[in-house]
């Protein structure tokens, strides 16, 4: 029961143990960023979309790497959004960056708007794959981008995360999902968790 109460403050963190969640992931999440940032191969003008920001320090790293992208993300947690904003402030302020409050999986499709798409430890929480890849394939501009990073079946087995919250997904089931998306050159490597990159 407790368990669960904390898996949710991961999935959709909320009030003050949504302040202790975001301060975990804020500390564990940071390298994991600078990774698959490093991955994504930013250039100037790129349109980036990331979904499930949490605090919202992976948009900015991207924004202190690029100073022409312009850079857009949803999240439903209320509390993240809120973090998010004030840790992207002057971004936001100066245009740079926009800040989504909503369910991705309901966010309205607009074709082919973006050069890269990214989510780190966002997809353990989709009950089914083919959905919300669908919609991100078409999303992605021609030749675009989705990066993901997630994290072993056994790594979160090991930090007990429960079944009835984490979909403790294998690479093989992200790797043929993503294909029957419409996705080519479906490539990964392992780095204390899988770093996924697809190209549409
Ligand atoms: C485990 S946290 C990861 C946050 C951040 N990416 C990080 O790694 O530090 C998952 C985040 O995804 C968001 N999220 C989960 N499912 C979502 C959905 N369907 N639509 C929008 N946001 C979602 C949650 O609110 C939460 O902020």
């Not at 959004?81 to 245009?95: E, L, R």
């Not at 919609?135 to 079944?163: C, Q, R, W, Y």
Request: hydrophobic letters at 40%.
């Amino acid at each position: 029961m407790f368990r669960n109460f904390i898996a949710w403050q991961f999935k959709k963190p909320t009030g003050l143990f949504g302040n202790f969640s975001s301060r975990v992931m804020i500390r564990g999440n940071s390298h994991r960023y600078s990774t698959l940032i490093k991955d994504m191969d930013i250039e100037s003008g790129d349109k980036i979309l990331e979904i499930g920001y949490g605090p919202g320090i992976g948009i900015q790293m991207i924004t202190r790497l690029c100073l022409t992208c312009k850079v857009y993300g949803i999240d439903f947690s209320k509390l993240m959004f809120k973090k998010a904003s004030s840790y992207n402030k002057p971004a936001i302020d100066q245009s740079k960056v926009q800040l989504f409050f909503g369910d991705y999986l309901k966010m309205p499709i607009d074709q082919n708007q973006y050069d890269k798409i990214f989510c780190l430890n966002v997809i353990y929480f989709w009950d089914e794959l083919s959905k919300p890849l669908h919609k991100t394939h078409a999303l992605l501009k021609s030749g675009g981008v989705f990066h993901i990073f997630m994290a072993s079946a056994n790594f979160l087995n090991e930090k007990k995360a429960p079944d009835t919250v984490f979909n403790k997904y294998s690479i093989e089931q992200v790797v043929d999902a993503l294909t029957a998306a419409g996705f080519t050159q479906v490539e990964h490597y392992f780095n204390k968790g899988y770093y996924i990159k697809a190209k549409k």
